[in-house]
């Protein structure tokens, strides 16, 4: 993959009081080192300075770094351009790759200049985007500029200061809405084969099936009409919802007219009613209770954001499922007395956080009842928890973090002000990496073995956990760069595993590597 080339160019007017005819300052040398994501190379304070912060993408991924080391050499300090628009103003622009439409492009650039104005409180015909004042190196083509406006004030260490700052508030979305997001570009191709092929592989296969008396099970195709393939029931759906998702965010990089071809036999208004009619059966109530019944609703609220046609059918095809699934949840929850944390199929957090984003389409149109269960079930199963034991993972099969799956549950209940705190109370280790055992990417040792094979979506779910928590925590938090870190390392184990392994990872896998490489939106 070609990565992309992160380029911060910084400059830093006089202090309030020097004209442009002061006498220049003395160059302060400044140690250039790598010490984290981030690389000082040069610091100088004249008439009109220029400070460049340089680090290519393959430092960003570098497992270990850290920006507490960096912020060390730092001193000043960095205000707000809200609380003073008077003071001078450093610009940062960041190459960052996104889709390669000019409209797009184009918009975003106006958005976001629109946006620094309107921090400012500068009137729009009073600014002009400075292209010429900054530097900008950029690897990858049809980059986007990002403009970012900040107000610093003090002499050398206070433009220092800045450069760490806004290094550090754009590196975040840039590693993972930039990088991310081209990794998705590249991928998707491969991910839609694999899914393609999955969803029409018949066998082998791994039934849930209560048998009540002597007749031969039917085979996997007559029983689901839809969600025959990919070795057993969850995955299949799981593979539709790879094949939508994709279609949906990046419609030219997989083969489209094979997509919509395959999604129309498999969603059908037909196939889904036997899918109906089967789960309907009180022999099957409980079957793919909690796993599949949560990718079945979190693949019909991907049909239901999809702003397109033939999603909109499908969506409709699929709702009388997802109604069942709905109603289920609801008997069943209330019912729950205690939650199940580990690690797999049954994880209660995940069944919970993975049905949310369909219970809140539900409570736009109308019907709050499920969301409220959801929000009653993860309150009375996981508010009170403390000091929860994650030096305890992983187990020997797990795909999930107990541990993990429960906090980014919370963290899309809770306010943004008392997230915070309660995953302090949660994993009170976070700030200095421990337990170890939750920042350390599990080892596969047979990825032909089933069980052991879940350990790959253990790391790529985890990447994701910890991608969605930095995203709940406040940007100063201390945590957010030790998360980021840790989804980086999980991810690097484990993302190049889901197109061309063994089939009991290639069956699944694809779903948590796009779920990893998504834009965050639920």
Not at 61 to 85: I, W
Request: charged content about 25%.
């Amino acid at each position: 993959m070609r990565r992309p080339e992160l380029v911060v160019a910084v400059r830093h007017e006089h202090e309030r009081g020097e004209g442009l005819d002061a006498p220049a300052k003395q160059p302060q040398e400044v140690e250039s080192r790598l010490v984290g994501p981030v690389q000082v190379l040069e610091h100088e304070h004249r008439r009109l300075p220029t400070q460049l912060v340089e680090q290519r993408a393959d430092h960003l991924m570098r497992p270990g770094a850290s920006f507490h080391q960096l912020r060390q050499l730092a001193a000043g300090r960095l205000c707000d351009v809200r609380e003073r628009p008077e003071r001078p103003r450093c610009e940062q622009r960041v190459a960052s790759p996104l889709p390669d439409t000019d409209a797009a492009r184009q918009g975003c650039q106006e958005r976001l200049h629109e946006r620094r104005l309107a921090a400012a409180r500068l009137p729009s015909d009073q600014h002009e985007p400075p292209a010429a004042l900054l530097g900008l190196r950029q690897s990858v083509p049809e980059g986007l500029e990002l403009r970012i406006a900040l107000e610093q004030r003090g002499g050398c260490d206070g433009a220092h200061r800045s450069i760490v700052r806004l290094a550090r508030r754009l590196c975040k979305p840039w590693r993972f809405r930039g990088l991310s997001w081209g990794m998705l570009r590249e991928r998707a191709e491969a991910y839609a084969r694999v899914a393609l092929a999955n969803i029409e592989r018949e066998f082998p296969r791994y039934e849930l099936y209560l048998q009540s008396d002597p007749s031969p099970i039917p085979a996997p195709r007559a029983l689901h009409p839809a969600f025959y393939g990919s070795l057993d029931w969850h995955s299949c759906v799981e593979m539709h919802w790879v094949l939508v998702r994709l279609l949906r965010l990046v419609p030219d990089r997989v083969p489209e007219d094979e997509v919509r071809n395959a999604l129309d036999a498999h969603l059908s208004a037909e196939a889904l009613a036997g899918e109906t009619r089967f789960f309907e059966d009180p022999a099957h109530r409980l079957t793919e209770r909690p796993y599949g019944w949560a990718w079945t609703l979190r693949l019909a609220a991907e049909l239901l954001a999809f702003d397109d046609a033939d999603a909109g059918r499908w969506a409709a095809n699929l709702l009388p499922l997802a109604d069942l699934f709905v109603e289920r949840f609801l008997e069943w929850l209330p019912k729950a007395t205690y939650p199940i944390r580990y690690g797999i199929h049954a994880n209660s957090a995940f069944a919970l956080s993975f049905s949310l984003p369909f219970a809140r389409k539900r409570a736009q149109a109308g019907d709050v009842t499920f969301l409220e269960a959801l929000e009653e079930a993860a309150t009375r199963w996981f508010a009170g928890d403390v000091g929860y034991a994650a030096d305890w993972e992983p187990s020997g099969a797990d795909f999930l973090s107990p541990a993990l799956m429960e906090a980014e549950l919370m963290s899309s209940l809770l306010p943004p002000a008392e997230f915070p705190s309660w995953l302090e109370r949660f994993l009170p280790g976070i700030a200095d990496r421990e337990p170890g055992t939750l920042f350390t990417p599990a080892v596969v040792t047979d990825p032909s073995d089933g069980h052991i094979a879940h350990l790959h979506g253990l790391n790529l779910s985890r990447a994701w956990c910890w991608r969605r928590l930095a995203a709940a925590l406040p940007g100063s938090d201390p945590r957010v760069p030790v998360m980021l870190e840790a989804a980086e390392r999980h991810a690097a184990a484990s993302l190049d595993q889901a197109v061309g392994s063994d089939y009991m990872v290639e069956h699944w896998l694809p779903a948590y590597a796009v779920l990893h490489l998504s834009p965050q939106e639920d």
